[in-house]
């Protein structure tokens, strides 16, 4: 034989579930909001477009890229280009020094 359970159980369960969907969207919702970083090398083909992890930041990606020593991340599609890359704007696709030197 069978016992329902208890309504104040199968409650919090719903209110669990719930929960967990709402942190699992939020989540996603907050990664699609991330600035990505771009940059471009003459020896490469278009606009590298990266979304920095938790501990990166534009300028730690474009020393990675820029270092001929570097190994192990899969940057521009796996792109063994090392030296030359200039960080630009996403949107432009001019270089971020360019676009600060005619803001000054």
Do not use: H
């Not at 991330?34 to 730690?60: A, D, H, L, Q």
């Amino acid at each position: 034989m069978q016992y329902p359970l208890c309504p104040w159980l199968r409650r919090m369960c719903i209110a669990v579930a719930v929960a967990a969907t709402i942190a699992v969207l939020i989540s996603a919702l907050a990664a699609g909001l991330e600035k990505p970083c771009c940059f471009t090398n003459s020896r490469y083909e278009g606009v590298c477009s990266i979304i920095p992890g938790e501990t990166e930041t534009c300028p730690s990606i474009l020393a990675y890229l820029n270092n001929p020593m570097s190994t192990g991340k899969s940057y521009c599609g796996g792109t063994s280009i090392r030296g030359g890359w200039i960080q630009v704007d996403c949107k432009t696709g001019k270089s971020i020094m360019q676009l600060y030197s005619a803001q000054k």
